[in-house]
C-alpha cells in the first residue's frame, strides 16, 4: 500500500502544474478523506487542500483559495491538484496523504519549484 506523486518541478510564476496522486494497491480508496500538504524549507508541513470521501466536498488553505483545485478519480485510485497561478512562496514539497479512520498513509512528496 502505498501513495505515489507526480507532476512536480520547475514552473515560472503565473504558471501552471497539475500534482497527482495514485493510491497503489488500496482497497476501499473511495473511502479515504485526501489531502494535499506541502512544506517549505525551514517551515511546518501544512494543509493544503482537503477532499472528502464522500460527496468530493472540498476545502483549501486561504493562501491558495482561487488558485488551486482539488479533485480525485475514485475509478482511478487517483487523486490530482490542479495548481495555476503559481507564485514564488508555492515553492515547496508537496505531500499526498490519505485517511480512514485510524488509517493514515503519506505519499513520498514531489518538488515544486516556482522560479523565473
Known amino acids: 500500500v502505498q501513495l505515489v506523486e507526480s507532476g512536480g518541478g520547475l514552473v515560472q510564476p503565473g504558471g501552471s502544474l497539475r500534482l497527482s496522486c495514485v493510491a497503489s494497491?488500496?482497497?476501499?480508496?473511495?473511502?479515504?478523506?485526501m489531502s494535499w500538504y506541502r512544506q517549505a524549507p525551514g517551515k511546518e508541513r501544512e494543509l493544503v487542500a482537503f477532499?472528502?470521501?464522500?460527496?468530493?466536498?472540498?476545502n483549501y488553505a486561504d493562501s491558495v483559495k482561487g488558485r488551486f483545485t482539488i479533485s480525485r478519480d475514485n475509478a482511478k485510485n487517483t487523486v490530482y491538484l490542479q495548481m495555476n497561478s503559481l507564485k514564488p512562496e508555492d515553492t515547496a514539497v508537496y505531500y499526498c496523504?490519505?485517511?480512514?479512520?485510524?488509517?493514515?498513509?503519506w505519499g513520498q512528496g514531489t518538488q515544486v519549484t516556482v522560479s523565473s
Open positions: 496523504y490519505a485517511k480512514m479512520r485510524s488509517k493514515v498513509y
Open positions: 494497491r488500496f482497497t476501499f480508496f473511495s473511502s479515504y478523506d
Open positions: 477532499i472528502t470521501s464522500v460527496g468530493g466536498s472540498t
